[in-house]
C-alpha cells in the first residue's frame, strides 16, 4: 500500500514563507509524477504546482515567481518553497502523486492535506 504524508503547513504573515514537504511510502515502483493542489473555502480544488519524473515542472499563473516545487528521488519526497506569500493562498494544500505500485492497479494518490494561512 502507498501512503503521502505531508508535513508543513501553518500560519504565515503577507510576504512570509512556507515549506510543504510530502513524502511516499510503500510498495512503489516509480512515481511518475507529483503535484501540490490547493482548495481554498468555497472554491474548487486546484491545481498550484506540478513535477514530472523527468523534473519538468509548470505553474499555476498565480503562483509563478512565488512558488517553488522540488523533489528528492531519493527520498520519494517532493516539496513546495512558498515565498511573498499573499492571504489568497490560504486553503488545504493536498499532495497528489502518480504512483506505479507493486500491488494495485491505482495510480493517483493523495494525502490527507495541510493547512496553510496567510494573515497578518
Known amino acids: 500500500q502507498v501512503r503521502l504524508v505531508e508535513s508543513g503547513g501553518g500560519l504565515a504573515q503577507p510576504g512570509g514563507s512556507l515549506r510543504l514537504s510530502c513524502a511516499a511510502s510503500?510498495?512503489?515502483?516509480?512515481?511518475?509524477?507529483m503535484d501540490w493542489y490547493r482548495q481554498a473555502p468555497g472554491k474548487q480544488r486546484e491545481l498550484v504546482a506540478r513535477?514530472?519524473?523527468?523534473?519538468?515542472?509548470n505553474y499555476a499563473d498565480s503562483v509563478k515567481g512565488r512558488f517553488t516545487i522540488s523533489r528528492d528521488n531519493a527520498k520519494n519526497t517532493v516539496y513546495l518553497q512558498m515565498s511573498s506569500l499573499e492571504p489568497d493562498d490560504t486553503g488545504v494544500y493536498y499532495c497528489?502523486?502518480?504512483?506505479?505500485?507493486?500491488?494495485?492497479?491505482?495510480?493517483?494518490?493523495w494525502g490527507q492535506g495541510t493547512q496553510v494561512t496567510v494573515s497578518s
Open positions: 497528489h502523486a502518480g504512483i506505479l505500485s507493486y500491488y494495485s492497479n491505482e495510480f493517483n494518490y
Open positions: 510503500g510498495s512503489i515502483v516509480t512515481i511518475k509524477l
Open positions: 513535477i514530472t519524473d523527468e523534473g519538468n515542472t
